[in-house]
């Protein structure tokens, strides 16, 4: 909220004024003494030349104010300035001294706006030496060198007078060869905040802390049944890790009265960390994580340190509301994206932190609002919006700042954040200097807002999304003596948006085109929501096939959430990057339920069944899949009765199944045939196979030349049957003779035995058979005189399997 004052040059709070004319009163009196005495004017003209001398040099040497303390000094206290000078210049500064010097009293809060931004040296505005002791002197400073100075002073020494904000500086004076006069040489200012007794009504003060990241973890989940999370990268680690950006955050908050404002996956991912998890490298593979102690140890703190506190959880992953608001509300979708990272959004805070948060504030990125905003914030459910005292301005002429609550309408609260406290740390916060200036103009802005008015308010301070570790620092630093200050008191965040609006502040939401044109450059673009529809619409058809459907839509769906969120902003090549991801790896998982290719198929015959192989590499098990087998010429070919076939498929995980159709052949050639699976809604699923079909039908005249030789071969068996028949039945005569021949011969030799001739009835026949040439027939018995056979024996085993008969 911005006071009219600040921004319209309307003047202070009345009482104020009337402080400052009696004051001015008091002051003008010597003046007006000193114009009525004519001779003093070579004085006064004196005078003036010593102010430009003074002035000339001012930023010749650098003054760096590195502590100033106590920051809000009150009573009896002893305020210690420390910091250092470096002479910027290329001549020696000689007879130097680094001096304190208190200004006026600033009575508003642009004033203070004003004299931060100064770097010159004002007589008279910046006030006098306090002199006497308390400055550090100098003998030389020479070119490029830099002094440590350290000033203590007390309080009282200072002659601040009425509670207020009073400008103070340090500056440094000395003299230069060229300049050989005594002038100041630099200065620096800031602001000394008094109010020493309590305030007669303090300010109710809201401070966001949040814990907010950009996107760690990818879509990808390793093998099995763990499904072992993959991260972009160890950057989360580091961030966690003691000294890291998010342990800062963490060790500072959770000494202050602050109200939590945390991104849900920032706590999915970090849980997710303290399992078994991997981190992918440049090849495109992952490697094991090992910071899981890191992890739970962060997680464990985190947990003492939001208990009994408040907790707002942001939707999953931060959406960019405005984003989506400008660019993605005419794709289909979107806001069904931005409804599901609300809705799982307390479950998930709920789990990992054991408390229930908030999830009816939306912050559109830096409190920027219109009234699309609105209204995509509003539509997932939220009713109060996080907005900014720079968004959402007073113009109704109010010379204070008005409460955080805004009435806007429809029910829905503006909690308008002070947008002078809330960007003050938005800076560099690593040098001692700029966290001092900066810690001294948020309390000053703060004593200066509640001293407006005698009316007690409720004041948001919303900071920068992901503030770092310096930045994180300043801002505890700050806090700090603002909860212990006489003119604050904290506040939850639910009781500002419900405090009593001011009835006289503005609540006319901006239009569009007061939408700032910086922050319109930075927004993700309308491509990028085509993107992600186009990924959920991948995602919807593959989870109909799935058993386990949560084992996908889960993590697909909460990276869909992160492709939309806020920490995308100005990094536009590596959000497209993640969407990329997204989907190649949803393609890559797609892909592993496919059909098998196949090679050019041949059928003889007027009828045949076709295999087709589905393939399932999934580790779960698919279904409502249907095989459909499409003949493109079913006048030659047809499956079943028709041009195409159906069969519906279910695969377990990690295996195949194999379809058959049936065919019929009405004519020779070759067919293509094409396989595609398809859903049961009838979308197609994965790539088409393609294969040739090759057709060979059996004519009657080849089964006539079939009949003929079959009938040859019967006839030519039988015809060596009865020739075998034969040959038997000739031998069986012969044996019967031969036995007949041996009874006869064997009463004659006994006679010729007796008669003294010798026994040898076969050589007659031996002698008979050499003489008349003849040889033994081929059917002849085997005798045991005859040669073994000079081959081998026929082999009797059955024929080797490498033979196949297509049947």
């Known amino acids: 909220m911005a006071e009219a004052a600040d921004f319209q040059g309307t003047s202070a709070s009345p009482a104020r004024r009337l402080l400052r004319r009696a004051g001015a009163m008091i002051a003008g009196a010597p003046l007006l003494a000193c114009l009525l005495q004519l001779p003093a004017a070579p004085s006064a003209l004196a005078s003036g030349q010593e102010s430009v001398r003074a002035a000339s040099g001012s930023r010749t040497v650098a003054v760096s104010l590195d502590s100033l303390s106590p920051s809000a000094p009150s009573d009896g206290d002893t305020l210690t300035v420390t910091g250092t000078v470096t002479n910027n210049g290329k001549q020696a500064v000689t007879d130097a001294h680094v001096g304190l010097r208190v200004g006026q009293e600033l009575d508003t809060r642009s004033a203070i706006d004003s004299v931060a931004q100064r770097t010159e040296y004002e007589p008279g505005t910046d006030g006098s030496e306090i002199g006497g002791q308390y400055i550090q002197k100098f003998t030389q400073l020479p070119p490029g060198v830099a002094e440590h100075f350290s000033i203590s002073v007390p309080v009282d020494k200072l002659h601040l007078g009425a509670n207020g904000v009073y400008e103070f500086s340090v500056s440094l ?57 993959v991260f972009l990268n160890d950057d989360l680690a580091k961030d966690i890790a003691p000294g890291g950006r998010l342990e800062q955050m963490l060790s500072l908050g959770k000494d202050l009265d602050v109200t939590w404002v945390i991104d849900p996956d920032l706590l999915a991912s970090v849980d997710a960390m303290t399992r078994n998890y991997g981190i992918r490298t440049a090849g495109g593979t ?67 932190l054991h408390v229930k948060p908030s999830t009816d504030f939306a912050w559109p990125v830096d409190g920027a609002i219109d009234p699309s905003i ?43 954040a002070d947008a002078r406290l809330s960007t003050v740390f938005q800076g560099d916060m690593t040098q001692a200097g700029t966290t001092t200036l900066a810690v001294q103009r948020f309390l000053a802005q703060s004593l200066e807002l509640d001293g407006q ?43 500002a948006a419900k405090a009593t609006p001011d009835p006289a502040a503005d609540t006319r939401v901006p239009p569009a085109s007061d939408y700032p044109s910086s922050l319109r450059r930075q927004e993700l673009s309308r ?9 959920q619409n991948k995602v919807d058809n593959f989870q109909v096939i799935l058993t386990f459907k949560s084992r996908v839509v889960t993590p697909f769906g909460r990276a869909m959430n992160r492709e939309m969120s806020t920490s995308w902003r100005g990094r536009a090549d590596e959000a497209e990057s993640f969407r990329d991801g997204v989907e190649a790896y949803l393609d890559d998982l797609s892909q592993q339920v496919k059909l098998i290719d196949k090679s050019e198929t041949k059928l003889s015959g007027r009828s045949a069944t076709i295999p087709v192989t589905v393939q399932n590499n999934l580790v779960q098990g698919v279904d409502h899949l249907v095989l459909r087998l499409t003949s493109t010429n079913p006048t ?80 030519a068996g039988f015809r060596m049957y009865t020739q075998r028949k034969r040959a038997a039945a000739r031998e069986e005569g012969e044996a019967a003779q031969e036995a007949h021949d041996d009874l006869d011969e064997g009463g004659a030799t006994r006679e010729n035995t007796e008669n003294g001739e010798p026994e040898n009835p076969a050589e007659p026949t031996d002698r008979l058979n050499k003489e008349s040439g003849a040889r033994p027939r081929a059917d002849d018995p085997e005798q045991p005189s005859d040669p073994t056979p000079d081959t081998a024996a026929e082999n009797a085993d059955p024929s080797g399997t490498g033979e196949k008969v297509d049947r």
Do not use: C
């Not at 630093?477 to 008191?489: F, G, H």
């Open 286 to 352: 992952s490697v094991a994580g090992t910071h899981q102690a890191v992890a739970k140890q962060w997680l464990a703190e985190l947990q003492q340190a939001v208990l009994g506190k408040e907790v707002v959880a942001l939707p999953f992953a931060d959406p960019d509301l405005a984003s989506l608001a400008h660019n993605g509300t005419g794709v289909t979708g979107s806001l069904s994206q931005l409804k599901d990272a609300t809705d799982v959004a307390a479950s998930t805070v709920e789990t990992v």
């Open 527 to 535: 491509p990028a929501f085509d993107a992600i529809a186009g990924t």
């Open 453 to 495: 008015t005698g009316k007690q308010r409720s004041i948001v301070v919303a900071p920068q999304r992901m503030p770092t570790a310096s930045q994180a620092q300043a801002m505890a630093q700050a806090l700090t003596v603002l909860q212990q200050s006489t003119w604050s008191q904290s506040q939850s965040l639910a009781a």
């Open 374 to 416: 609105v209204k995509v914030a509003t539509s997932a459910g939220a009713d109060k919006i996080i907005a900014r005292s720079d968004s959402l301005q007073e113009t109704s002429g109010l010379n204070y700042t008005p409460s955080a609550a805004h009435p806007i309408g429809g029910g829905t609260t503006a909690v308008v």
């Open 173 to 229: 004076s000395g003299q230069t060869s060229a300049q050989p006069w005594d002038q100041v040489l630099g200065i620096q200012h800031t602001f000394l905040p008094w109010q020493p007794d309590d305030a007669g009504t303090k300010t109710k003060t809201t401070y966001l802390w949040p814990l907010v990241s950009t996107v760690h973890m990818t879509a990808e989940t390793g093998p099995g049944e763990q499904q072992t999370p």
């Open 636 to 715: 030659r070919l047809k499956i079943g009765n028709r041009a195409f076939a159906e069969q519906s498929v279910a695969v377990p995980g990690g295996h195949s199944q194999t379809v058959k159709f049936t065919t019929s052949a009405n004519a020779n050639g070759p067919v293509t045939v094409v396989a595609q699976l398809y859903t049961q809604d009838g979308q197609k699923y994965g790539a088409p196979v393609t294969f040739d079909v090759k057709v060979t039908e059996v004519t009657a005249a080849v089964m006539l030349v079939i009949g003929g030789g079959v009938l040859l071969l019967v006839l």
